[in-house]
Nanobody
């Protein structure tokens, strides 16, 4: 079992920045992928960015060049630096931990609200 706790969400003006954190605890496997997803009201949850245990990253095209995902393995924490935020990116942002070894399982955090005004 893995527990994930997100923090860092809040209200920001368009063009501003936020830094989200996701602290993981529990039975964490070294071979894993951590990711950030977001879900706006009335819309499906979508991928924002992922990072694996080796540091390889993947970004949604809509955030490429503006967002940066990183991780601190010593702290079991993953971060999402969000720059030049747009109003349409208002959503609940969720952290996910995916194990890459059997039994394979996804763990989700509770989400943190990000609201971009104007």
């Amino acid at each position: 079992q893995v527990q994930l706790v997100e923090s860092g969400g809040g209200l920001v003006q368009a063009g501003g920045s936020l830094r989200l954190s996701c602290a993981a605890s529990g039975s964490i496997l070294r071979i894993n992928v951590m990711g950030w997803y977001r879900q706006a009201p009335g819309k499906q949850r979508e991928l924002v960015a992922t990072i694996n245990n080796g540091g390889s990253t993947n970004y949604a095209n809509s955030v490429k060049g503006r967002f940066t995902i990183s991780r601190d393995n010593a702290k079991n924490t993953v971060y999402l630096q969000m720059n030049s935020l747009k109003p349409e990116e208002t959503a609940v942002y969720y952290c996910k931990h995916r194990t890459l070894l059997p039994p394979f399982y996804d763990y989700w955090g509770q989400g943190t609200q990000v609201t971009v005004s104007s």
